[in-house]
Every structure is written in structure tokens, then in C-alpha cells.
Nanobody
Framework: QVQLVESGGGLVQAGDSLRLSCAAS????????MGWLRQAPGMEREFVAG????????RYADSVKGRFTISRDNAKNTVTLQLNSMKPEDTAVYYC?????????????????WGQGTQVTVSS
């Protein structure tokens, strides 16, 4: 059983940057692909970024490509999401998630463990 705890959310202005962190415990971190997903009010949870379990290979939603960067440190059991050039439409609750797979899934239903979420609000 993997426990995930996110941190780093907050209120920023458009164009600002933010860094989200996720700390994992209770399991073997490097056997899980990791992802960040987000959910805005009234919307379905959507994939934002993912990284394969060994690190290196990443994937991004088109809406964040070039602005967000996901990385992981398997020695520290952490995964981070760097959010740059933020836009009001990035406002959502951001979730860290782990999947028992090599590559990070796109579908939220394919993730096995979830954090509690952290709120990110971008004002215009």
C-alpha cells in the first residue's frame, strides 16, 4: 500500500510559476509509474503529466506541454511537477497518483493510489 502526500499548491497570478511535490511512503516507489492529474470544478479528472517508473521518459497533456515539467527522485521517493507560465485555466485540484505499471497511464482509472490533492488557483 502506497501513501501519497502532495504539497506546494496555492494562489498565483497568470504567468507565475509553482512547484508541486509528492512524497510517497509505504511501498516500493520505483515499481510505480507516477502521474499528476487535475480536476477543476464540474469537470472530470484529467491527465496532466506522467513519468515512467525508472524516470526519464515523460508524457504530457497537450494543454501543458512546454510549460509543465515532471520529475522524480527514486532515492527520495518523491515526484515533482514544475508549473511555469501558468494560466487561469490551470486552476484545479492537483493529484499525485501511482500506477503499478512501467509507463504512466493517461486514464485516471488506471492509477492505483492517490494523494489527497492540493489546490492550485491562478488569477488573471
Amino acid at each position: 500500500q502506497v501513501q501519497l502526500v502532495e504539497s506546494g499548491g496555492g494562489l498565483v497570478q497568470a504567468g507565475d510559476s509553482l512547484r508541486l511535490s509528492c512524497a510517497a511512503s509505504g511501498g516500493t516507489f520505483n515499481v510505480h509509474a507516477m502521474g499528476w492529474l487535475r480536476q477543476a470544478p464540474g469537470m472530470e479528472r484529467e491527465f496532466v503529466a506522467g513519468i515512467r517508473r525508472s524516470g526519464g521518459s515523460t508524457r504530457y497533456a497537450d494543454s501543458v506541454k512546454g510549460r509543465f515539467t515532471i520529475s522524480r527522485d527514486n532515492a527520495k521517493n518523491t515526484v515533482t511537477l514544475q508549473l511555469n507560465s501558468m494560466k487561469p485555466e490551470d486552476t484545479a485540484v492537483y493529484y499525485c497518483a501511482a500506477a503499478r505499471s512501467i509507463l504512466a497511464p493517461i486514464r485516471a482509472s488506471d492509477y492505483d493510489y492517490w494523494g489527497q490533492g492540493t489546490q492550485v488557483t491562478v488569477s488573471s
